[in-house]
């Protein structure tokens, strides 16, 4: 049997539901049926870690944060899209975070970084020893994009991080988030400084220009990430979405960090647009 999408929003929902006796079952109903494929492996771990949560015994022997690579050189955490995206809209059309999920060791990763949220404490421990890794520990800055997929769930998700942010004033902290209705809560709190938040598109919030208004005045905000569906045909890209957005913009060429000759833009005080195609 393939580890199909069906299976893996099955894993998500449980998850989403919390109903953790749920999951174990079925994960033990279908790591059977995966019986001699590659997938087998990783689901085996998966449910270890679900019967050690369970058991409130972790063994904390695994990885929270990906180290970065030539897309993206920077580290980084992720979560499971849509289902901890508080303000997802038509972007669940198009969520490229989906794409991951085909590499079924960043899907339980994802999974797992998701349940951990209720146990922040192992992620202050594992952020604790990743930066004080030897390819850290002597950096004047290190680079961290928050939620390369997934999103602020919870108001007591963003003020973990936002107080782990503010002990690690080195780090500089990114990330792009629609979860405007939980950031509107927090429009009179003591932000950490080495934050910076890009405003995406495609939320179930982009009618109400009021509360886009207030996110943008946040003093967190860098500015807008705006995602555009470009026609096959399009041949400047560029040039079609300064026409379509009415307004200045910085295309993403991708590749994290080479945007500009200043460093990754998304990470910055430049207020300028930065637009990327619907990928």
């Given at each position: 049997m393939k580890f199909t999408n069906s299976i893996k929003w099955n894993i998500a929902h449980h998850i989403k539901n919390n109903n953790l006796s749920k999951l174990q079952t079925y994960l033990e109903s279908i790591v059977i049926k995966l019986e001699g494929t590659d997938n087998i492996r990783h689901t085996l771990k998966f449910i270890d870690f679900v019967k050690d949560y369970q058991s409130n015994s972790i063994k904390n022997n695994f990885n929270v944060f990906k180290i970065g690579n030539s897309k993206l050189p920077f580290l980084n955490f992720s979560t499971l899209p849509i289902i901890t995206c508080e303000g997802s809209g038509d972007c669940e059309k198009y969520c490229y975070s989906l794409k991951a999920w085909r590499y079924p060791a960043s899907f339980y990763l994802q999974a797992r970084n998701t349940l951990l949220m209720d146990k922040f404490n192992i992620i202050e421990d594992q952020f604790n020893k990743v930066i004080n890794l030897h390819k850290f520990r002597k950096l004047d800055k290190i680079d961290f994009r928050l939620y390369v997929d997934g999103d602020f769930k919870t108001l007591k998700d963003c003020l973990n991080w936002f107080n782990l942010m503010k002990v690690h004033p080195k780090v500089k902290f990114y990330g792009y988030s629609k979860s405007f209705g939980i950031l509107n809560r927090l429009k009179n709190y003591d932000f950490p400084s080495n934050y910076k938040l890009n405003i995406s598109n495609g939320s179930k919030y982009d009618s109400n220009l009021e509360l886009l208004q207030v996110i943008q005045?946040?003093?967190?905000?860098?500015?807008?990430?705006?995602?555009?569906?470009?026609?096959?045909?399009?041949?400047?890209?560029?040039?079609?979405?300064?026409?379509?957005?009415?307004?200045k913009i910085i295309p993403c060429p991708t590749d994290c960090g080479t945007c500009s000759s200043i460093g990754h833009l998304c990470g910055s005080d430049i207020k300028t647009v930065i637009a990327i195609p619907i990928h």
């Open positions: 005045n946040l003093p967190i905000t860098r500015g807008k990430f705006t995602a555009v569906n470009i026609p096959k045909e399009t041949k400047q890209i560029g040039k079609y979405m300064r026409n379509l957005l009415g307004e």
